[in-house]
């Protein structure tokens, strides 16, 4: 399965990136394989290795931000937020950057799927059913599970929520498989044991991608991070799948000049609510012989956590909620008290960043409040939440807020506090938008056999959690490229 980089590519799909849509795309490309003779090779980033205990074990999933599964992307200081440098997270690995997320499995909303159809009907009638079509095809895969635990908090919450207008807040579904993290390389070996026949097809490559060698519209040759090549035969195609950061960069090193490249960045930025409570500190590192055979076992128990245990939308989605029992600022790192966070972000963010690729470096703008609506929106959602809680039960029970803190009541301060905390909610999307870069065929303007399928094609934020909208996106792709 696993093979060495080859000299020459011939008569096959070249799929770079073996994240969450390279490796859905491939094992949906391979189940529709025509040609008995023609290949799908995915290639996949070399290293990423870390402790399978903190991969499989949903609580454990901050521990991996900073690791070796983490390509921690420096972004460009950003003065609307003080200054202050906003570390990126991205996977790496295979499964990519499903690999160290929060696994919440948020399904595309109306809205998403409008985004979508507004550029897709371009080439393609009945769009909406395809991508509902698209969408169950996904979850074939991917099959989301209902929350195993919810720690003390998140009932509170709940329960505390019942009769709160119209909103819908709820224990999110995981991206997990029985209690443990599901990433998209399960996707392959189930494909490999259940049709292996489909899997003949299929074959995997570790090394680093650098950028492509183009002649007049066409890719001839894949040049590796060493600079040494590959060479593409004419019937291959290069499918890049590197996702948000990978694929921009990818065509700006390669020297592909096209209106919009690397562009539209936009990404969810969250601004935490902290109580105190009197519950207890809840640790990550669970060792107890109880709660470790409850997992191992029925993969239930506290280590099922995904610490953003639930949350949802206000009923006009302008805002969305992620509720941890911790002190989200300091988890998982010593925390003084019990806490929960409610954390707060816009959903539908109207300023944009950009990623540039100059002198061989890379610069990430990451643009937040670039539109200062974005930030008058999310102070409105932080005096939202303030409001959730003093009308309800949580009032009396929960300690003090801590951040950004009881005692900061004007706007101005509470702005300040913002400054200070929010955080990337980690969705950085729309490099490469649909529409604008790639067309709805999926392929990167002004070149002949070069696709790409991944978030950097989203044109505008998706409302809530963004893997069930891109899984739907990749299902919907393979079905127009196969
Ligand atoms: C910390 C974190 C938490 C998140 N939480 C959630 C969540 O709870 N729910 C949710 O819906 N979404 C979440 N997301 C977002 C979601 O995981 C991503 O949107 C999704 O994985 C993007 O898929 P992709 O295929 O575009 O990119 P990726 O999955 O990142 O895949 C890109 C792949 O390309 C590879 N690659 C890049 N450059 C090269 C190169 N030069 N050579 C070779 N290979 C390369 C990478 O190693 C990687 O495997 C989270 C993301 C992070 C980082």
Redesign the pocket.
């Known amino acids: 399965m696993e093979v060495e980089r080859p000299e020459q590519f011939t008569n096959a799909d070249v799929i ?7 490796l859905l795309l491939a094992v949906e490309l391979a189940t529709r394989l025509r040609q008995s003779d023609r290949k799908i090779i995915v ?3 070399t290293g990423g290795e870390v402790p399978r205990r903190d991969l499989e074990r949903p609580f454990r999933w901050l521990r991996l ?1 900073g690791s070796e599964a983490d390509y921690n992307h420096p972004t460009q200081p950003c003065e609307a937020l003080a200054g202050r440098q906003i570390m990126w ?5 295979w499964g ?3 690999r ?5 499995w ?1 399904p595309p909303t109306e809205t998403d799927i409008a985004n979508l159809v507004d550029v897709l009907r371009e080439h393609d009638g009945d769009v909406p059913s395809k991508l509902n079509s698209a969408l169950e095809q996904a979850k074939s895969w991917i099959r989301p599970e209902p929350a195993r635990w919810l720690s003390g908090s998140g009932r509170l919450f709940l329960d505390a929520m019942k009769d709160a207008d119209q909103c819908q807040f709820a224990a999110y579904d995981r991206l997990n498989r029985g209690g443990r993290r599901w990433t998209a390389w399960q996707a392959v070996s189930e494909l490999l044991q259940q049709n292996p026949q489909a899997g003949q097809g299929l074959s995997f490559v570790r090394a ?2 650098h950028s492509l060698r183009i002649q007049d519209g066409q890719a001839t040759d894949l040049v590796w991070a060493d600079r040494s090549t590959s060479r593409l035969d004419d019937d291959c195609q290069v499918i890049s ?4 950061i ?1 694929s921009p960069t990818l065509l700006q090193r390669s020297g592909h000049q096209v209106t919009g490249l690397g562009e539209n960045l936009h990404d969810h930025l969250i601004m935490p609510v902290i109580h105190g409570t009197d519950s207890d500190i809840l640790t990550d590192d669970v060792t107890d012989a109880r709660s470790l055979a409850s997992w191992q076992h029925s993969g239930a128990g506290r280590i099922a956590c995904n610490v ?1 245990e639930c949350g949802g939308l206000d009923p006009d989605q302008r805002w969305q909620l992620h509720v941890t029992p911790t002190d989200y600022l300091r988890f998982p790192n010593s925390q003084r008290r019990g806490a929960m966070t409610i954390g707060v972000n816009v959903t539908q963010p109207k300023s944009r960043g950009r990623i540039r690729w100059t002198a061989d470096e890379m610069s990430i703008e990451t643009g937040y409040w670039n539109d200062s609506k974005d930030r008058d929106q999310l102070l409105a959602g932080v005096h939202w939440v303030r409001e959730l809680v003093s009308r309800s039960r949580l009032a009396t029970v929960l300690g003090a807020e801590t951040i950004p803190g009881a005692k900061r009541t004007s706007d101005a301060a509470l702005i300040a506090a913002m400054q200070r905390y929010t955080q990337t909610l ?2 950085p999307a729309g490099t490469c938008a649909l529409g604008d870069v790639v067309d709805s065929q999926f392929k990167v303007r002004g070149l002949n056999n070069v696709r790409m399928v ?2 950097s094609l989203l044109p505008k934020p998706t409302v809530g ?4 909208t ?1 899984a739907m996106l990749t299902c919907y792709a393979a079905n127009r490229i196969a």
């Open positions: 770079l990136g073996g994240g969450l849509c390279g290639v996949e980033a931000l997270p991205r996977g790496r690995g990519g950057s499903g160290i997320n929060s696994m919440i948020f680093d991608v799948c590197l996702g948000t990978g953003a980690y969705h991944d978030a959690n963004p893997t069930a891109l």
